[in-house]
C-alpha cells in the first residue's frame, strides 16, 4: 500500500519543517543528521530535504554546475560535505574523489561552412544554420574542398544487412545524414526497430562510424522528431566548452570535425544539389539506398581553443555488514551546462531537473540507507558523475576504472532527470524488458498501487542517453526507472503534457530552475522509496540478477558470472 506522505510545500520555511515515511526502514527516533546551511536534515526520504539539496545545486551561486569550473568546484564539494554529513566513507581508496582528465575545446563561434555547389556559393553560419566542433584535440582544423556526399542514416549494421556506406572510399568526404533509423520517419516497423531507436540512431554512433570510414567531417540533419528536442537544445549543448576524454582515455574513433545541420540549411543543401529533402527520408529507408552526391564541395576554417583539464566524480560507500567486497551502486550524474557568459538576458543553464534532481535523490536514498536499522549486507557505491552531457564521459570512465570490480557489481541504479510532476498510477521503465531488476522493481510498486510500462517516447533513445548505458554495455545489469505519466491528479493527458513542456520550455535552457511553486514532490518522493526498495533488497541478499533472454548485453554478464557458478557448483 502507498505510505501515508506529509509534504509541506507551501514555502522555503515549512519545508524545513516537512518528513515523510520512506518505504525504507529509518533510523531510531531522534537519530537526525545534523543541520547543514541552516536546514535540519533528517534520515528518512522526504520532500523537505530533497527540496533543500535541489535548491542549492541548481543555485545561481553554482554557476549551471559546468565540468572545470568554479560550479564544479562548489558542487562537489558539496555532494562529498553531504556524503560526509550522512555517514558515508570515502569510495575511492581514502578520497572522495576520482579524477576523471579531460580536454576542454571551444570552437570559435565565427566558423563558417562555406558552400560550393555547381558554382553557387553560400556560407553557413554557426548557431543559425548548422554547428560544429572537433574532438581531435587540434587547435585549427582545415577542411578544404571537400565533397559532400549523402549517407542516409549513416549506419553500418550487418546483422541488419544493412551499410549505407557501401562502395565508396570515405577518405576525405564530408558525410551528411539523418538522424534516428532508417524506418523511423516512415514508420516501417519492419525496419530496425521501427518506432523505437537503437543506437544505430544515436548521434554518437553515427560520428563514430563516419570516423571509422576516414570521412574528413560529418553533419547530421537536425530534424525535431528524430532527434526528440528541438534546434535550440543542439544550438545549445553544442556552443561553449566542449568536453571529451583524453584520446589515450578513449578507444572510440573520433572526426577531425563533427556538427549538425538545421532543418532549414539542410533543405536548402539538398534543393541545389536538385534533390528533394522529403523524398530523400523515404529513399533513405528502402533496403539498398545508396550514397548519393549532394553535388557540392565544403571549405571551412574550424578554430578552437584546447585546453587539458580534469573533472571530478564523486565516490561515497556504505560498507556492507556482511559481503563488504560485493557492492550495489546508486549513480547521477552532476554536471550541467554551465554559465554561457555574453549570452543576454539569464545564462546560467541550472540543470535543475537535469539534474540536480538525481543527485538530490541519490543522497536521500543514502540518507535513508545510512540509518536505517538493518544496515546493509552488501555495500553500497553512491557516484555522483561528471560529464553526462558531454557524452556519458565520468560514468565512462568509471566503468574503465571502478572502484568495486565490476563483476562484483550487483546491480546499477540510475537517476536522472526526476518527475517533479507530482504522484503517478504507474512508473516508467526506461528499456523496460531488459533485466532481473525489473522483477525486485514490480512488487514494490504494486505495493504503492503502480504498475510499470517502457517509456513511451521511444523514438528518443534515452536508454543509450544516460550514464547507465556504459554499465549495460559492460555488462552489468542496470535500472534507469522514472515517474510515470498517468497521474493521480490530471490522468494520462496531464503527465505527458507536463513532459512535453519540460522538454519544450526547460530542457538544456536557462528555465529549468528550482521551482517549488509548481513542482509536485509527493510523487518523487514515492519514486524515491521505490528505488531505494530495489537497492536495499539487492544488497541485503546474495541475488546476482542478470539480464533477460535476447537482451544484447547478456552474454557480458554472463562471461563475468561464470568464475562465480563453477564455485558455487565446486562447493560441496
Not at 523515404?282 to 571549405?299: I, M
Not at 540509518?371 to 556519458?392: D, I, K, M, N, Y
Not at 546499477?412 to 526526476?418: K, P
Not at 522483477?439 to 521511444?458: C, F, M, S, W
Amino acid at each position: 500500500m502507498p505510505r501515508k506522505l506529509l509534504l509541506c510545500l507551501a514555502a522555503a520555511a515549512a519545508l524545513s519543517a516537512c518528513k515523510g515515511e520512506a518505504t525504507a526502514p529509518t533510523a531510531p527516533a531522534g537519530d537526525t543528521a545534523p543541520a547543514a546551511a541552516g536546514h535540519a536534515f533528517s534520515a528518512d526520504i522526504n520532500a523537505g530535504d530533497f527540496a533543500e539539496l535541489v535548491k542549492t545545486l541548481a543555485s545561481d551561486e553554482f554557476e549551471g554546475r559546468a565540468p572545470g569550473s568554479k560550479g564544479e568546484e562548489l558542487t562537489v564539494n558539496y555532494i562529498r560535505d553531504q556524503m560526509q554529513r550522512i555517514g558515508l566513507q570515502p569510495g575511492n581508496g581514502d578520497s572522495w574523489f576520482q579524477d576523471v582528465a579531460m580536454t576542454e575545446t571551444t570552437a570559435d563561434e565565427s566558423t563558417v561552412l562555406n558552400l560550393d555547389q555547381g558554382g553557387k556559393t553560400r556560407a553557413l553560419t554557426f548557431g543559425t544554420d548548422m554547428v560544429i566542433g572537433t574532438r581531435s584535440g587540434q587547435p585549427e582544423v582545415k577542411v578544404d574542398a571537400s565533397e559532400l556526399v549523402f549517407v542516409g542514416y549513416g549506419v553500418d549494421a550487418p546483422e541488419q544487412k544493412w551499410n549505407d556506406y557501401a562502395g565508396q572510399d570515405w577518405k576525405g568526404k564530408t558525410v551528411v545524414m539523418f538522424v534516428n533509423d532508417p524506418g523511423f520517419h516512415v514508420d516501417d516497423a519492419k525496419l530496425f526497430d521501427g518506432k523505437r531507436m537503437t543506437y544505430y540512431g544515436r548521434w554518437t554512433y553515427k560520428f563514430e562510424e563516419a570516423a571509422r570510414k576516414g570521412a574528413a567531417a560529418a553533419l547530421i540533419v537536425h530534424d525535431t522528431a528524430g532527434a526528440s528536442y528541438g534546434w535550440d537544445v543542439v544550438k545549445n549543448s553544442w556552443a561553449g566548452p566542449q568536453y571529451d576524454l583524453p584520446a589515450k582515455d578513449d578507444a572510440d574513433p573520433r572526426l577531425p570535425a563533427q556538427g549538425w545541420l538545421s532543418a532549414e540549411a539542410a533543405r536548402q543543401l539538398f534543393a541545389d544539389a536538385g534533390l528533394d529533402l522529403d523524398k530523400a527520408y523515404k529513399d533513405a529507408s528502402k533496403r539498398g539506398f545508396k550514397p548519393v552526391s549532394l553535388k557540392a564541395k565544403v571549405s571551412f576554417d574550424l578554430k578552437s581553443t584546447i585546453a587539458e583539464k580534469k573533472s571530478r566524480n564523486v565516490v561515497g560507500v556504505l560498507p556492507g555488514s556482511k559481503r563488504a567486497d560485493e557492492a550495489v551502486l546508486y549513480m547521477a550524474h552532476w554536471d550541467h551546462l554551465g554559465k554561457h557568459e555574453g549570452e543576454q538576458g539569464d545564462n546560467i543553464y541550472n540543470g535543475a531537473v537535469d539534474n540536480a534532481t538525481g543527485v538530490a535523490g541519490i543522497l536521500e536514498v543514502a540518507d535513508a540507507m545510512a540509518h536505517q536499522q538493518q544496515p546493509p549486507e552488501r555495500s553500497v557505491v553512491f557516484l555522483a558523475v561528471t560529464l553526462e552531457e558531454s557524452g556519458l564521459l565520468g560514468s565512462k570512465y568509471y566503468v574503465s576504472h571502478p572502484t568495486f570490480p565490476l563483476d562484483k557489481i550487483a546491480g546499477v541504479i540510475n537517476i536522472d532527470a526526476m518527475s517533479v510532476a507530482g504522484r503517478a498510477k504507474d512508473m516508467t521503465v526506461t528499456g523496460y524488458g531488459s533485466s532481473e531488476l525489473e522483477d525486485i522493481l514490480k512488487p514494490l510498486a504494486a505495493n504503492q498501487g503502480r504498475t510499470l510500462h517502457g517509456e513511451t517516447a521511444v523514438q528518443s533513445g534515452f536508454y543509450f542517453r544516460s550514464d547507465h548505458f556504459n554499465f549495460a554495455k559492460a555488462g552489468v545489469p542496470a535500472l534507469y526507472a522514472d515517474g510515470g505519466e498517468d497521474l493521480r491528479d490530471g490522468g494520462i493527458d496531464a503527465g505527458r503534457k507536463a513532459a512535453e513542456a519540460y522538454g519544450r520550455d526547460r530542457y538544456h535552457g536557462p528555465k529549468d530552475e528550482f521551482d517549488l511553486a509548481t513542482w509536485k514532490l509527493d510523487g518523487t518522493v514515492e519514486d524515491l522509496q521505490l528505488l531505494y526498495g530495489v537497492g536495499n533488497e539487492l544488497a541485503a541478499g546474495d541475488r546476482w540478477p542478470n539480464w533477460y533472454e535476447g537482451n544484447p548485453f547478456k552474454a557480458a554478464r554472463d562471461a563475468m558470472m561464470k568464475p562465480k557458478a563453477a564455485a558455487a557448483a565446486a562447493t560441496p
